[in-house]
C-alpha cells in the first residue's frame, strides 16, 4: 500500500508570492491534515478535511487555505510568502481524523527568500 | 502559549537501559494523548497512545504513563536500543476535534553503545 506522498519535497520562493502544496493521501483514507514544522514552535495544526470539507481549523492567518478533492487529495495554498513561512510542511491522512490512525507523509521543506 | 511542553530538547541513554521521556500539557481538555517518533528526512511515525481514562498503556517494549492530576505523561523505552535513537514528539487532542493534535517541541533521544 503506498503511503501518504507529498509533492514537492522541496521549493524555493520569493517573499510576496504564493505557493501550492499538494498530498496524496492513502488510498481509502478520507481525512487530511496538515501541520507547519519549525525549530522554534514544533509541529502546529493548520487545517484538517474531511470528505471535502475542512472540519477543523489551527490558528493561522488567512493567507493560508487549503481544499480536498473528491480523490481525498489535498493542496494547502499560502499566499503572500513571508520569511517566517520557511518550514517543513506535513500532511497526515487518517481513515476517519483520529490521530493514533494519522500516517505522515515526507513533508515539503518550503524556503522563503 | 505552548499548551503541550517538552522540557528536555535532549537525552542520551545507554544501549540497554531505560529511557524516560517527559511531557506535561496545560489544556484540561485534553483527553486522548499520543507519542510519535521522527527520524530525519521523514514524517513522524506513530508510536503509542493512551485515554485520559487510563493510567498506563503498553506495546512491548513501550510504555505510556499518564498522571491527570498532575498533567504530565512519560514514555518509557526499556530495553533502549541504538534504533530508538531519533525525535520524540508528545501530543495531545481533545475528543471533538480528534484530528487536530497539539505538539510538544520534541526531545532527541541518542541511544549510545
Known amino acids: 500500500k503506498a503511503g501518504v506522498t507529498q509533492t514537492p519535497r522541496y521549493l524555493i520562493k520569493t517573499r510576496g508570492q504564493q505557493v501550492t502544496l499538494s498530498c496524496s493521501p492513502i488510498?481509502?483514507?478520507?481525512?487530511v491534515s496538515w501541520y507547519q514544522q519549525t525549530p522554534g514552535q514544533g509541529l502546529q495544526f493548520l487545517f484538517e478535511?474531511?470528505?471535502?470539507?475542512?472540519?477543523n481549523k489551527g490558528n493561522f492567518p488567512g493567507r493560508f487555505s487549503g481544499r480536498q478533492f473528491s480523490n481525498s487529495r489535498s493542496e494547502m495554498n499560502v499566499s503572500t510568502l513571508e520569511l517566517g513561512d520557511s518550514a517543513l510542511y506535513l500532511c497526515a491522512s487518517s481513515p476517519r481524523g483520529r490521530g493514533a490512525e494519522a500516517f505522515f507523509g515526507q513533508g515539503t521543506r518550503l524556503t522563503v527568500v | 502559549d505552548q499548551q503541550v511542553k517538552q522540557n528536555s530538547p535532549s537525552l542520551s541513554v545507554q544501549e540497554g537501559r531505560i529511557s524516560i521521556l517527559n511531557c506535561d500539557y496545560t489544556?484540561?481538555?485534553?483527553?486522548?494523548f499520543l507519542w510519535y517518533k521522527k527520524y530525519p528526512a521523514e514524517g513522524p511515525t506513530f508510536l503509542i497512545s493512551i485515554s485520559s481514562i487510563k493510567d498506563k498503556n503498553e506495546d512491548g517494549r513501550f510504555t505510556v504513563f499518564l498522571n491527570k492530576s498532575a498533567k504530565h505523561l512519560s514514555l518509557h523505552i526499556v530495553p533502549s536500543q541504538p534504533g530508538d535513537s531519533a525525535v520524540y514528539f508528545c501530543a495531545a487532542s481533545e475528543s471533538g476535534t480528534a484530528s487536530k493534535l497539539t505538539f510538544g517541541t520534541g526531545t532527541r533521544l541518542q541511544v549510545t553503545l
Open positions: 488510498s481509502g483514507h478520507r481525512s
Open positions: 489544556n484540561s481538555m485534553f483527553d486522548y
Open positions: 478535511y474531511f470528505s471535502e470539507t475542512q472540519r
